[in-house]
C-alpha cells in the first residue's frame, strides 16, 4: 500500500468536508451502539468477527469525521475516540469497508435507529478511492470499462461475432431464418443492455433474452457503443468514474433514439444507472427498466404465454439485494416464477429480509478478499440446501456467478439460472 | 497471496486461486488445478479447451471469448460448462494458468 500523504489526506477529507451534506452528518453521528445490526450481517454472522459488525465500519468514518470536522475532536481527539488518517487506519479502512461489505444494506433494515450504513460505508469508499486505495483487482475492472467501453474489454467485433453467433442459434431453435437479434439499430423502441460475461463467457441469456422479445414482437436493439449495464465505479465509489460511465449509457440512449432503456438482469447495474444515475450525472434517464419488470409486464398484458409443464423441477429463488431492498423490485421475479415454472419454493429468509450471496458490493472482482467471500457465502448455500430445489433462479448475472461458484464449493448440486433463461424454456412459439 | 496444495505439492496463486506468474504454467501444473477443483482426469475434450485458451492468452494476452472456443474445438457450449463445472473463466482459464479476468466472473 502507497503511503499516505498531506495531499491524500486533504482529498480524502475534501469528502467529508464539502459535506455540508445533513445526511451524512445525521448518519454519521446517530449510531447509539445497540448492537443489533450485528446479527444481520453475513460476515459477522459467518465468522463471529467483531470488527466485522457494521457499526464498527460506521464508526470507522465517524471516528475520522470526529477528528478532522468537530471542534472537540480537533482539540481532546482521544475524548470522542476520533481516529487520525494514517497508514494503520487506512489499511484498516480498506480491509473493513472494501473487503468486509457487500453493500447488501441488510443491516439498514435491522437498525433499532434507521442509520443508513451502507451510505456511511459507501462514504468511507469515496474517501478511499479519492485517496488512491481502491484494491488493485477492481480498479483494474473499473479502468477495464473506463478505457475499453465495457468491463471485460471486449473487441467490437468478436462482440458482433458472439450476437452473430446466438442470432443463429435463436433461428435455429425458433426454426425461423428470420429471428434476429437486432445490433445498432436507431428508433427502436428498447435499447436492451447487457453485462459483459454474456458475450465473453456464458450468451445463453442473450438468446433466451432475445427468445422473449420475439414472442412479445418487440422492437429493440442492442448497440455496440454502449451495451455494459454495469458500473464498477459504483463499487469502487469513485463519483468521477462512475459519473463517465453512467453519462456514456445517457448518451447512447440518446444516440440510439430509444424510448427505453432496459437493464439486463444486473443488481448494481439496475441501481447505478436507475436510481444512482440520475443522481451522477444530475440529469434524469429517460423511462429506464429492469428487464424482470418489463417481462414481468409482457405476461400480465398477455403479450408473451408462458407454460409452467414446460419447467417441472422445483425452482428456488435469489433475491440480489440491490433489486429488493435498494430497488423495491421483490414483486415481479416471484410473479414471473410463478407463471413459469410448476413447482416454485421460497428460501428463507427472502425478499426485503434475504441474505446477500456474498458476491455484491464488488467482491467478485476483488481477488483480495476471495475467502471470505467463500466463507460468507455458507449461509446462503444453508438457504438453498433447505429448499432442496433443483434450480436456483436469480436476476442478476454477479449473483450468477457467485453462486456458480458456491455451488461446487458446497456441493449444492443445482442449477443457477437466470429469469431470461427460464422464461425462455416455459415458452413455446407458434407460428402462423 | 494464498496456495493450493495438491498432491503433496505447493502452488503459489493469487487470492482468487489464479496463477501469479502465468509463464510458470505448464501440463502438470493444468492437472493439479484440475485435481484441485475436483476433475479427476483431463480427457482429450478439457485439452483441446486448454490449449485454444492458452494460444490465445499468448498471442493476444486475455482469455478468448466462448464463441472462440467453440468454434476451434467444436464443441457445444453446454458441453464446455459440464467439462469446467466453475465455467470458462474460474474454471478452464485458471487451470490454463490465465490471470483473473476482470468482471463479473
Ligand atoms: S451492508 Fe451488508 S455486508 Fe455491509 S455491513 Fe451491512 S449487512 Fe454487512
Ligand atoms: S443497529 Fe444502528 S444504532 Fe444499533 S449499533 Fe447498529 S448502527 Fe448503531
Same mark, same amino acid.
Given at each position: 500500500?502507497?503511503?499516505?500523504?498531506?495531499?491524500?489526506?486533504?482529498?480524502g477529507?475534501e469528502? =467529508?468536508?464539502?459535506?455540508q $451534506?445533513?445526511?451524512?452528518?445525521?448518519?454519521?453521528n446517530?449510531?447509539?451502539?445497540c448492537?443489533? #445490526?450485528?446479527?444481520? *450481517?453475513l460476515?459477522?454472522l459467518?465468522?463471529?468477527?467483531?470488527?466485522?459488525?457494521p457499526a464498527?465500519?460506521v464508526?470507522?468514518?465517524?471516528?475520522?469525521?470526529r477528528?478532522?470536522?468537530?471542534?472537540?475532536? %480537533?482539540?481532546?481527539?482521544?475524548?470522542?475516540?476520533?481516529?487520525?488518517?494514517?497508514d494503520?487506519?487506512?489499511?484498516?479502512?480498506?480491509? =473493513?469497508?472494501?473487503?468486509? #461489505?457487500?453493500?447488501?444494506?441488510?443491516?439498514?433494515?435491522?437498525?433499532s435507529?434507521g442509520?443508513?450504513?451502507?451510505y456511511?460505508?459507501?462514504?468511507?469508499?469515496?474517501m478511499?478511492?479519492k485517496?488512491?486505495y481502491?484494491?488493485?483487482?477492481?480498479?483494474?475492472?473499473?479502468d477495464?470499462?473506463l478505457t475499453?467501453?465495457?468491463?471485460?474489454?471486449?473487441?467490437?467485433?468478436?462482440?458482433?461475432?458472439?450476437?452473430e453467433w446466438?442470432?443463429e442459434? &435463436?433461428?435455429?431453435e425458433?426454426? $425461423?431464418?428470420t429471428?434476429?437479434?437486432?445490433?445498432?439499430?436507431p428508433?427502436?423502441?428498447?435499447?436492451y443492455?447487457?453485462?459483459?460475461r454474456?458475450?465473453?463467457?456464458?450468451p445463453?441469456?442473450?438468446?433466451?433474452?432475445?427468445?422473449?422479445?420475439?414472442?412479445?414482437?418487440?422492437?429493440?436493439?442492442?448497440?455496440t457503443?454502449?451495451?455494459?449495464?454495469?458500473?464498477?465505479?459504483? !463499487?469502487s465509489?469513485?463519483?468521477g468514474h462512475?459519473?463517465?460511465?453512467? @453519462?456514456?449509457?445517457?448518451d447512447?440512449? @440518446?444516440k440510439m433514439?430509444?424510448?427505453?432503456?432496459?437493464l439486463?438482469e444486473?443488481g448494481h447495474?439496475?441501481?447505478?444507472?436507475?436510481?444512482?444515475?440520475?443522481n451522477?450525472?444530475?440529469?434524469?434517464f429517460p423511462?429506464?427498466v429492469?428487464s424482470?419488470?418489463?417481462?414481468?409486464g409482457?405476461?400480465?398484458?398477455?403479450?408473451i404465454?408462458?407454460?409452467r409443464?414446460l419447467?417441472r423441477e422445483v425452482?428456488?429463488?435469489?433475491d440480489?439485494c440491490?433489486?429488493?431492498?435498494s430497488?423495491?423490485?421483490?414483486?415481479?421475479?416471484?410473479?414471473?416464477?410463478?407463471?413459469?415454472?410448476?413447482?416454485?419454493?421460497?428460501?428463507?429468509?427472502h425478499?426485503?429480509?434475504? !441474505?446477500? #450471496?456474498?458476491?455484491?458490493?464488488g467482491?467478485?472482482?476483488?481477488?483480495?478478499y476471495?475467502?471470505?467471500r467463500? %466463507?460468507?457465502?455458507?449461509?446462503?448455500?444453508?438457504?438453498i440446501?433447505?429448499?432442496?430445489?433443483a434450480?436456483?433462479?436469480?436476476?442478476c448475472?454477479?449473483?450468477v456467478?457467485q &453462486?456458480s461458484?458456491?455451488?461446487?464449493?458446497?456441493?449444492?448440486?443445482?442449477q443457477?439460472?437466470?429469469m431470461?433463461?427460464?422464461v425462455a424454456?416455459?415458452?413455446?412459439?407458434?407460428?402462423? | 497471496m494464498?496456495?493450493?496444495e495438491?498432491?503433496?505439492?505447493?502452488?503459489?496463486?493469487?487470492? $482468487?486461486?489464479f496463477l501469479?506468474?502465468?509463464d510458470i504454467?505448464?501440463?502438470?501444473?493444468?492437472?493439479?488445478?484440475?485435481k484441485?477443483?475436483?476433475?479427476?482426469?483431463l480427457?482429450e475434450?478439457?485439452?483441446?479447451?486448454?490449449?485454444?485458451i492458452r494460444?490465445?492468452?499468448?498471442?493476444?494476452?486475455m482469455?478468448?471469448?466462448?464463441?472462440?472456443? *467453440?468454434k476451434?474445438?467444436g =464443441?457445444?457450449?453446454?458441453?464446455?460448462?459440464? =467439462?469446467?463445472?466453475?465455467?470458462?473463466?474460474?474454471g478452464?482459464c485458471?487451470?490454463?494458468?490465465l490471470?483473473?479476468? $476482470?468482471?463479473?466472473v
Amino acid at each position: 500500500m502507497e503511503k499516505i500523504t498531506k495531499d491524500k489526506i486533504e482529498c480524502g477529507l475534501e469528502v =467529508l468536508k464539502r459535506l455540508q $451534506d445533513s445526511k451524512l452528518i445525521s448518519h454519521l453521528n446517530s449510531c447509539v451502539h445497540c448492537g443489533l #445490526c450485528a446479527d444481520s *450481517c453475513l460476515y459477522y454472522l459467518a465468522t463471529g468477527d467483531e470488527r466485522m459488525i457494521p457499526a464498527g465500519k460506521v464508526d470507522m468514518v465517524s471516528a475520522i469525521y470526529r477528528r478532522y470536522c468537530t471542534i472537540t475532536g %480537533k482539540v481532546f481527539p482521544a475524548l470522542v475516540g476520533a481516529r487520525e488518517l494514517d497508514d494503520t487506519n487506512i489499511r484498516e479502512m480498506v480491509d =473493513l469497508l472494501y473487503g468486509a #461489505c457487500t453493500m447488501c444494506g441488510r443491516c439498514v433494515k435491522h437498525c433499532s435507529i434507521g442509520v443508513d450504513i451502507e451510505y456511511v460505508i459507501r462514504t468511507g469508499r469515496e474517501m478511499l478511492a479519492k485517496m488512491g486505495y481502491v484494491p488493485e483487482s477492481l480498479q483494474a475492472t473499473v479502468d477495464a470499462a473506463l478505457t475499453s467501453g465495457n468491463n471485460m474489454a471486449i473487441p467490437d467485433e468478436d462482440f458482433l461475432d458472439t450476437i452473430e453467433w446466438m442470432e443463429e442459434e &435463436l433461428q435455429d431453435e425458433l426454426n $425461423d431464418p428470420t429471428a434476429t437479434i437486432p445490433i445498432n439499430q436507431p428508433g427502436k423502441n428498447i435499447l436492451y443492455t447487457l453485462n459483459p460475461r454474456e458475450p465473453k463467457f456464458f450468451p445463453l441469456s442473450i438468446s433466451a433474452m432475445a427468445k422473449i422479445f420475439y414472442a412479445a414482437k418487440e422492437s429493440w436493439t442492442l448497440s455496440t457503443g454502449m451495451y455494459d449495464v454495469t458500473n464498477y465505479a459504483y !463499487f469502487s465509489s469513485h463519483p468521477g468514474h462512475s459519473r463517465i460511465i453512467a @453519462q456514456r449509457m445517457y448518451d447512447e440512449l @440518446q444516440k440510439m433514439q430509444a424510448k427505453k432503456l432496459v437493464l439486463a438482469e444486473c443488481g448494481h447495474g439496475a441501481r447505478a444507472n436507475r436510481w444512482e444515475g440520475p443522481n451522477y450525472i444530475g440529469r434524469e434517464f429517460p423511462e429506464t427498466v429492469t428487464s424482470v419488470e418489463l417481462i414481468a409486464g409482457y405476461i400480465k398484458s398477455g403479450r408473451i404465454r408462458p407454460d409452467r409443464e414446460l419447467n417441472r423441477e422445483v425452482v428456488t429463488l435469489h433475491d440480489p439485494c440491490n433489486l429488493v431492498r435498494s430497488g423495491g423490485i421483490v414483486k415481479e421475479q416471484r410473479y414471473i416464477l410463478k407463471n413459469t415454472v410448476k413447482n416454485f419454493v421460497e428460501m428463507t429468509p427472502h425478499g426485503m429480509d434475504n !441474505f446477500c #450471496c456474498g458476491g455484491g458490493g464488488g467482491q467478485l472482482a476483488m481477488s483480495e478478499y476471495n475467502d471470505r467471500r467463500i %466463507k460468507i457465502a455458507g449461509i446462503k448455500a444453508e438457504q438453498i440446501k433447505k429448499t432442496g430445489a433443483a434450480i436456483v433462479a436469480t436476476p442478476c448475472h454477479n449473483c450468477v456467478d457467485q &453462486l456458480s461458484q458456491i455451488n461446487v464449493t458446497y456441493r449444492l448440486n443445482v442449477q443457477i439460472k437466470t429469469m431470461a433463461e427460464i422464461v425462455a424454456d416455459s415458452l413455446i412459439i407458434e407460428h402462423p | 497471496m494464498s496456495t493450493i496444495e495438491i498432491e503433496g505439492k505447493t502452488i503459489e496463486v493469487g487470492g $482468487d486461486g489464479f496463477l501469479i506468474e502465468p509463464d510458470i504454467w505448464d501440463k502438470e501444473l493444468a492437472r493439479l488445478i484440475a485435481k484441485y477443483d475436483g476433475i479427476e482426469e483431463l480427457n482429450e475434450k478439457h485439452w483441446a479447451i486448454i490449449n485454444i485458451i492458452r494460444d490465445n492468452y499468448e498471442k493476444k494476452g486475455m482469455a478468448p471469448m466462448i464463441r472462440v472456443i *467453440c468454434k476451434e474445438t467444436g =464443441l457445444k457450449l453446454r458441453e464446455i460448462y459440464q =467439462l469446467f463445472p466453475l465455467g470458462p473463466a474460474r474454471g478452464a482459464c485458471r487451470v490454463a494458468g490465465l490471470p483473473k479476468p $476482470d468482471g463479473c466472473v
